[in-house]
């Protein structure tokens, strides 16, 4: 299977996404609203429940069902407020020493004009800022298409784990196609150079593991999760504080070094 073939898994109108994952693998969920300056973005799902036992915060971006929900939610491309409402939430579980669990499946930020008059840059910024230095363990999980700046603000982690069939980029391969080849029609070569499928980001140490798609059912797959992220926040847990910022910082520092 090629990269491109790749980009259209990570699409697929029927997969499931992180809502779902959350709904599997959480016990007693409670979403919780709000940024606390403007409204409640739909594309951004937050709220607090127990992996295990464990008390943890878990966010997701959320595209929706139906083609009534996917309008409400902006086809899970977030607003400022809802980049907001998630750092609000993960505040507030490094108050309360609870890790924080993100679900990042987004083609990336809403870029309308309401969006940009809102601070749609700066609340990205800040999302990236501050959770370098959140003081509680942080795990990313790609479970769709990890699209540009709108995914990263969920993904600077401890650990980030994709999915099999996720991919994660700077930009969608149409629109690298658009800027380096003038031709869109270009994109299967584009995600091809673009590098983003699990195996290549797990080859280049942005990834840290890959959760296979291939059980006979997704309920599988969610258990084979569930398992994974208890026992990674089960090991970061016992890391000092001062030793955990500083290997979240090394991590994103060595991305890239030749």
């Not at 809102?118 to 003081?135: F, T």
Request: with cysteine; net charge positive; charged share 25%.
């Amino acid at each position: 299977m090629n990269a491109y073939e790749k980009v259209a898994l990570a699409r697929a109108s029927d997969r499931l996404m992180g809502n779902w994952y959350i709904g599997q693998i959480i016990d007693d969920f409670t979403e919780l609203h709000g940024d606390r300056r403007y409204s409640d973005d739909g594309a951004i799902v937050g709220g607090i429940g127990f992996l295990d036992g464990m008390p943890v915060t878990c966010i997701t971006m959320n595209r929706g069902g139906s083609i009534e929900d996917r309008i409400k939610r902006n086809f899970g491309c977030p607003s400022p407020e809802g980049y907001r409402k998630a750092l609000r939430l993960m505040k507030q579980a490094e108050k309360f020493r609870r890790p924080v669990i993100c679900f990042v499946g987004s083609p990336g930020a809403y870029c309308g004009i309401g969006a940009e008059e809102r601070g749609q840059g700066q609340a990205i910024a800040e999302n990236l800022w501050e959770m370098c230095a959140l003081k509680t363990p942080v795990i990313s999980v790609v479970v769709g298409e990890g699209g540009s700046g709108g995914a990263l603000a969920l993904s600077v982690a401890d650990k980030i784990l994709m999915f099999e069939n996720a991919v994660y980029s700077v930009i969608s391969p149409e629109g690298c196609a658009s800027i380096l080849y003038k031709d869109s029609a270009k994109a299967p070569e584009a995600a091809e150079a673009l590098r983003l499928t699990a195996a290549d980001l797990y080859r280049m140490k942005v990834a840290d593991a890959i959760i296979p798609e291939t059980y006979r059912t997704s309920e599988e797959t969610a258990r084979i999760l569930k398992k994974r992220l208890v026992s990674e926040l089960t090991a970061l847990k016992k890391v000092s504080v001062p030793r955990l910022l500083a290997s979240r910082y090394e991590k994103f520092r060595a991305i890239g070094a030749m």
